[in-house]
C-alpha cells in the first residue's frame, strides 16, 4: 500500500505537505536574448505546486556556465525578476520551490553562446551533443557536437565559486525557498569528480580529495551566503553518459557524501539511472549513503510510486523525485492517490522549447 509518500516531511525549516518531488526537467521555454525565465513558465511550474518540493530546470550561473539554447540563467536583473513570477505562482498555490544552479563546462559550444567551453582539462566529451534552434521543422532543436574545451586556470575556478555564490543570493532575491547545485550528469562539478575528465596535476586534480574540492569549495560559498539549511547538492554515481565513465567514481562520490554531511547541507539529491534496462542501484551503496549522510536523501529516476514507497519504507529515501510523470500530469501527486489513468506526451516536438503552452501548460488535470 502506498502511504509512506502522501505523509508531509519537515525539510529543515520548510514544512513539505508530501514526499513527492518534480525533479528537474530541461523545457527550453526561456527568452531568447535575455535567458530569462516568461510568464509561461511561471503557470508551468504553478500547474505543478500539488509536489512537496519543486527543483527548477537547470539554470546556468553565468553566461559561459550556458550549454544549450533558450535555458534560463540567474545572473541578471531580468532573470531574478522573471523567475519572481515563477516563486510568487508556486506560493500563492501552496507550494514550495528550489532553484537549481548549473554549469554545463565542456557540454557546449561556442555557437550556443558564442564562447569556447571551459573545464578541469582540455579534454572533448566523445559522442556529447547540445542544441540549439535553428528554423529546424515543427520548432524543433538542432543538436550539434560539443566543441573542444579550454582547460580552467585558479582565476576562472575563483570565478566560477563566485557565480554560484552570487547565483544562490540571487536565486533567495528571486523569491526561491533554498538552491540545489547540480553536481551530476557530466556538468562542470561532475567533470571535476572524475579522473577520465579531470586530469589537472594542481590540487583540483589527482587524488579523490583534490577531485571533490571544487564542489566542496562551490558548496561551502553558498552555504555561507544563504545558509546550509537552504542548499542541497545533486550527484549521479552511475551515470555515465557525456563520455564520464570512471572506476573511482562510487568511492569518489562516497568521499564527498561524508564531507557535504560535515557541512550539513539540507540533502543529498541521487540522479539515478532512467532508462528501462539500466542497472538496478546496489542495496549496499544505499545503506551506505544513509549511513554517511544524515540529513534528506532525495532518489530519482524513472520510479513508480511503488518503488519510491519502498525506499521511503526502508529509509534509504526520505523524498522521491518524479519527472516525465510530473511532465505530463500537473496533478500527478492526487491522479496517484486516486489511481487515476495518467496522460502521456502529446507530441515530442514539444519537449524542447517552443512559444505556446502546447505540450507545456495544456496537460489536463483530474475532472
Known sequence: M???????????????KNRFLMAPMTRSRASVKGHAPVTLMAEY???????????????????QGMGY????????DEQIEGWKQVTETVHRKGGKIFLQLWHVGRVSSSRVNGLQPIAPSPIIAANTSVYIFDGAPNGDATFIPVEEPREMSKADIANVIKEFEQ?????MKAGFDGVEIHGANGYLIDQFLRNNSNQRTDEYGGSKENRIRLLLEITQAVTGAIGKEKTGVRLSPFIKFKDMDDPEILDTIMLATERLNELDIAYLHLC?????DAPAI???FRQNLRQKFKNAIIATGNKTPEEGEELL???????????????TNPDYPERVKKNAALNSITDPHTLFGGGDARGYTDYPLLK
Open 45 to 63: 511550474y504553478g500547474q505543478r505546486s500539488s509536489a512537496g518540493l519543486i527543483i527548477t530546470e537547470a539554470t546556468q550561473v553565468s553566461m
Open 282 to 284: 546496489p542495496i549496499t
Open 313 to 327: 519504507q526502508n529509509d534509504w529515501a526520505d523524498l522521491i523525485g518524479f519527472g516525465r510523470k510530473f511532465l
Open 2 to 16: 502506498i502511504t509512506k509518500i502522501f505523509e508531509p516531511y519537515q525539510l529543515n525549516s520548510i514544512e513539505l
Open 69 to 76: 539554447s533558450r535555458t534560463p540563467g540567474i545572473y541578471s
Open 167 to 171: 547565483g544562490a543570493i540571487n536565486a
Open 272 to 276: 539515478e539511472a532512467d532508462w528501462d
